[in-house]
């Protein structure tokens, strides 16, 4: 996958979850925890960035485990600083209900695909 199509791709793909959350914030359950929503959107979309960047060179490296070992890094760290986001929100926010992690959780899934699927053509690059 070149850098532009991802690039477009992402782009296209950030914008539909805007306009979901966006859609999201007529409902008074999510309205008080739009913060939450937003940040997660932004946060996702940066750390995507980041793991395709990061994979480009892994993917075209002459260590043939470095591409497997970033996937396995990034997963554990996107896992650790989404359970600490929640977390964090819950001490500092208190939101009052238990739907604020809906939002959450659909931006989490949404990039989640989007990562395999580009992480997947990226792993049929050969190694220079």
Not at 28 to 55: E, H
Not at 67 to 92: D, G, H, N, Q
């Amino acid at each position: 996958m070149n850098r532009r199509r991802f690039f477009l791709q992402l782009i296209m793909l950030t914008g539909s979850a805007l306009v979901v959350l966006i859609l999201f914030q007529f409902s008074p359950v999510f309205k008080a925890d739009r913060l939450l929503s937003f940040f997660s959107l932004a946060f996702f979309a940066g750390i995507t960035v980041v793991m395709y960047l990061m994979a480009v060179k892994a993917a075209v490296s002459k260590d043939k485990n470095a591409f497997t070992r970033l996937i396995m890094v990034f997963t554990f760290v996107k896992l650790f600083l989404s359970i600490t986001i929640i977390i964090a929100y819950t001490k500092v926010a208190q939101p009052t209900g238990k739907y604020f992690i809906l939002p959450f959780f659909l931006v989490y899934l949404v990039f989640t695909i989007f990562e395999t699927l580009f992480m997947t053509k990226l792993g049929k690059i050969k190694a220079r």
